[in-house]
């Protein structure tokens, strides 16, 4: 089956900075890569989220791009907030509602 | 407001106390799906169901049982828990592919 693998597990930055954060997955077959953001005591909530037709895809100061070939995906945030602060989940669908997820990333912005 | 519930929110119960965590959405979705959240493990799919009185099996069911009468609430059962059932629970629903609203969380003590 599918497997996602995230990294890092825990990125600090400095407010203002870019964060960048890494996700692999095993099977080809998965063609839909959402991300989510968990605050504490929060459920999950996309962020943004990309197809396997697209390479890239941006929403204000977050993207996503996207390698088929290399099967990675990734998450960049611009000019990070300190409300950025949260654990990030990437995930991949290896098809019609059968979500794998990555094991997160803790990001930590300092004023 | 569109939402999903899940009640309760915590629940600390014994070894072998049969045991109802429900959920509800009110935006019409015809799927759902249930996950655990354990550390270092990320969201894990314990079943998922695709309309009413169809539902399937996600990663890790053993232990889980689920129903789909309605096509609003989506109940997780747990027959006999256990300690190794002790987690974070999430419940969700969405309209497409992988675009899924996640509820506030459960979180269950199995002493």
Known sequence: GENVEQHPSTLS????????????YSDSASNYFPWYKQELGKGPQLIIDIRSNVGEKKDQRIAVTLNKTAKHFSLHITETQPEDSAVYFCAADTGFQKLVFGTGTRLLVSP | EAQVTQNPRYLITVTGKKLTVTCSQNMN???MSWYRQDPGLGLRQIYYSMNVEVTDKGDVPEGYKVSRKEKRNFPLI???PSPN????YFCASS?????????PGTRLTVT
């Not at chain 1, 930055?13 to 692999?24: F, L, M, P, R, W």
């Not at chain 2, 059932?85 to 974070?88: D, E, K, R, Y």
């Open chain 1, 13 to 24: 930055v400095q407010e203002g900075d870019s964060a960048v954060i890494k996700c692999t």
């Open chain 2, 78 to 80: 747990l027959e006999s």
């Open chain 2, 95 to 103: 309209f497409e592919r992988g675009l899924q609203y996640f509820g």
């Open chain 2, 29 to 31: 979705h015809e799927y």
């Open chain 2, 85 to 88: 059932q002790t987690s974070l």
